[in-house]
């Protein structure tokens, strides 16, 4: 069974950056496509990013292009998602999510639990 744990939130700075890493346990990633994904407080979940595993392409969400980038390591079996110039509205719960096929992150069949990013003075 596959388990995705979330690690490298915390508190930062407006303009600052965060590394998340999502790593992989009981299956490889290898042919599953990686979405991150994140819920703020009395919002809907929203899509961040997906990357492929079929050919490495990825998706942003328009309000992070240029500042977020999605990148996978498929020997340590984790993806990482570097955001950099982070705004206080991105305060939220992220979580990366194993699509079902190398292609697609929705629907996804394996959630992490979250990891908490504060972005505030």
């Known amino acids: 069974q596959l388990q995705l744990v979330e690690s490298g939130g915390g508190l930062v700075q407006p303009g600052g950056s965060l590394r998340l890493s999502c790593v992989a346990s009981?299956?490889?990633?290898?042919?599953?496509?990686i979405g991150w994904f994140r819920q703020a407080p009395g919002k809907e979940r929203e899509g961040v990013s997906c990357?492929?595993?079929?050919?490495?392409?990825?998706y942003y969400a328009d309000s992070v292009k240029g500042r977020f980038t999605a990148y996978r390591d498929n020997a340590k079996n984790t993806v990482y998602l570097q955001m950099n110039s982070l705004k206080p509205e991105e305060t939220a719960v992220y979580y990366c999510?194993?699509?079902?096929?190398?292609?697609?992150?929705?629907?996804?069949?394996?959630w992490g639990k979250g990891n908490q990013v504060t972005v505030s003075t």
């Open positions: 009981g299956l490889t990633l290898d042919y599953r496509a």
């Open positions: 990357i492929r595993s079929s050919n490495g392409s990825t």
């Open positions: 999510a194993a699509g079902s096929s190398s292609w697609f992150c929705l629907p996804a069949d394996s």
